[in-house]
């Protein structure tokens, strides 16, 4: 905030990228907030103290691979835990994902409280092996009742989604894994999102199992 308004002041990361190819372990910390374990390639965590001002991510890239077991991984930023907006970041980083009960999301992994994603893309296929880890495209989580997502003129989601969840096991008869967002559990809205990309099942064998997506379906895959 301002010493002497006391106003509350916007902070920024623009126009950063990052070629790298990243190697994590965590362990089985899956936690939220700052007891877990996050990798991002921009930023892993970010919060604000429950004011009116914003964290912005803008105009950032990641490039390379990710190669993890970490239960918040994501190109750009795993948590956006309070007043974080991501904005034109595009992720172009592939992620194979080996953590179980995990949450993780190409762009956000946890969108909560006055966060946003907006006009952002992922290019980078997402592996998640563990059965109960939720998986999607740009945000695992939306959280909160005033988060949102907004696409824009490109398409949100080119890469290739697998996941081993398996709705059989978890009892709840939902698919924790989408080509946009893996739970929607609290949001305010979602608009204008353009959406392309490969979904399927992930097999340890390698003969993963494909799900073609069409008009028809595509309410049951995002």
Do not use: W
Not at 176 to 201: E, P, Q, T
Request: hydrophobic share 35%; charged share 15%; with cysteine.
């Amino acid at each position: 905030f301002d010493a002497e308004t006391g106003a509350a002041v916007d902070s920024y990361i623009k126009d950063c990228k990052v070629e790298a190819e990243v190697n994590v372990d965590c362990g089985t910390n899956t936690a939220s907030g700052a007891t877990g374990v996050m990798y991002g390639g921009i930023a892993a965590f970010a919060t604000n103290i429950k004011d009116e001002s914003r964290i912005h991510i803008e105009n950032c890239e990641n490039n390379g691979t990710m190669t993890v077991k970490a239960g918040r991984c994501s190109g750009i930023l795993p948590t956006a835990n309070y007043g974080a907006i991501v904005q034109g970041c595009t992720n172009n980083a592939s992620q194979f994902n080996t953590i179980e009960n995990g949450r993780i999301g190409q762009i956000v992994c946890n969108l909560s409280a006055n966060s946003a994603v907006i006009d952002c893309v992922n290019n980078g296929d997402l592996t998640t092996t563990g059965a109960k880890t939720t998986t999607g495209a740009l945000v695992a989580l939306l959280g909160d009742d005033t988060a949102y997502i907004e696409g824009g003129e490109r398409i949100c989601n080119t890469g290739t989604i697998l996941s081993a969840f398996d709705p059989s096991t978890d009892g709840s008869n939902r698919n924790f894994s989408g080509l946009l967002c893996a739970n929607m559990n609290k949001f305010d809205h979602v608009s204008n999102v353009i959406l392309s990309g490969r979904y399927g099942a992930y097999k340890a064998d390698g003969n993963h199992e494909m799900y073609p997506v069409n008009a028809a379906n595509i309410m049951k895959y995002i």
